[in-house]
């Protein structure tokens, strides 16, 4: 099997590592197996981590086994009349998007990056913003995943249904996911209308502008009246992608190369952040664009930051951000990044952020060694003050006696855990915290 040398491991943002005893890189569920064995005989935990784009310690091996999955990238099955499609748990996003878009399908929605890998992004809840459409792990039709004594299980509705349930996102505390089955449709073209708005005039048509999209999503740039908003709707065609120089003005100039000067500006200078907030919320124009679906639904992020991301109830969305921009106001704080806002359906995954209710997620930022200031603190009051539920590969100080009075269905996953997992081979500080011992 392969395996690597004991070695540091650190996530995108470089807020977390760890050092774990070994790290491995098995080829097939039945290696996996054997890697889970070995490390209960040892007595060691293990944990998988894909490409480390979690802000939290999810992901951290400790100085137990750390599972690479990069060895685990097969298509297993494309099934068109099912509507599936079958891969290796280690395939990162961007070659599932392309491979499906070469065969003539797509996912029916998924997040604004598409560097994870497919385990990563269902196992922590990634998200995008929809109407009607969910998250990643909302699109699971069956999986297969080891589990604490090495057995390979497969489940769906029809098989292991109650393992299946949790799985979808289980936060790898119910074993190390090998495969995954997603529900796939016919290739699609999304328009894009993007439009910078002022605050007030955004969430005076929010209802709207989410009631006749089907993905809408803005940003608001503290210390100013602006937003970008955007709009995706599906097209009939044709194609009208943004010319090459135009796309690499905007997406790769203007919001990464000079973005992040202006926050390194900013995180030397704090008074100046106030005129570079004005400087980026005016700096995106007004465009329309047509293009195949996932080159519309994400984006490239080369600027990093660390983050924190709450789902509020819908219906509490616009109370909740005329608080945050106030709490801002009276701030002494100085915030470079956007408030990035999108919306999710109501779902029935136990563990998901919107599981049960119609939601909205806030997302605050700040650029990669920037001083907290209490930034992160007064929000996460403010967002818990509403009900809110933390996505869990994000920021936050949430344990189990509060996650389980906001999940409806938190004490089925911890029974499920308890039975699968009884001697914590899975765990780790963080979901120590966050599920219980």
Known sequence: MPQATPAGWTNWAGNQSARPSRVVTPASAAELGEVVRRAAEEGRTVKAVGSGHSFTAI??????????????????????????????????????????????????????????????????????????????????????????????????????????????????????????????????????????????????????????????????????????????????????????????????????????????????????????????????????????????????????????????????ATTVLRELKALVERSRWRISFPVEVRLAPADDLWLSTASGRDSVYIAVHLFQGTAEQGYFTEVEKLMTAHQGRPHWGKLHTRDAAYLASVYPRFGDFTALRDKVDPGRLFANDYLRRVLGE
């Open 59 to 316: 992901a951290s091996a400790g100085d137990g086994v750390l599972v690479r999955p990069h060895a685990l990238t097969a298509v297993r099955e494309l099934d068109r009349e099912a509507g599936t499609v079958t891969v290796g748990s280690g395939l990162p996003l961007s070659r599932l998007n392309r491979l499906l878009a070469a065969a003539g399908l797509s996912l029916t929605n998924m997040g604004d990056i598409e560097v994870q890998t497919v385990a990563g992004a269902t196992g922590t809840g990634t998200h995008g913003t929809g109407r009607d459409s969910g998250s990643l792990s909302a699109q699971i039709r069956a999986l297969e995943i080891v589990l604490a004594d090495g057995s390979v299980r497969q489940c769906s509705p029809a098989e292991n249904p109650e393992l299946f349930e949790g799985a979808r996102l289980g936060l790898g505390a119910l074993g190390v996911v090998s495969a995954i089955t997603f529900g796939v449709e016919p290739a699609f073209l999304l328009t894009a209308h993007e439009k910078p708005m002022s605050f007030d005039e955004v969430l005076a048509g929010f209802d709207e502008f989410a009631a006749v999209n089907e993905h809408f999503e803005f940003y608001w740039f503290p210390h100013t009246d602006r937003c970008s908003t955007k709009r995706n709707n599906r097209s009939p065609g044709p194609a009208s992608p943004l010319p090459d120089f135009k796309a690499w003005l905007d997406d790769d100039f203007l919001a990464n190369t000079l973005f992040g000067g202006l926050c390194r500006v900013g995180r030397r200078l704090p008074p100046a952040v106030p005129l570079i907030a004005q400087l980026a919320g005016r700096a995106l124009s007004e465009r329309t664009f047509t293009d195949t679906a996932y080159k519309v639904f994400t984006s490239p992020r080369k600027v990093r930051f660390i983050e924190m991301e709450y789902a509020v109830p819908r219906a509490a």
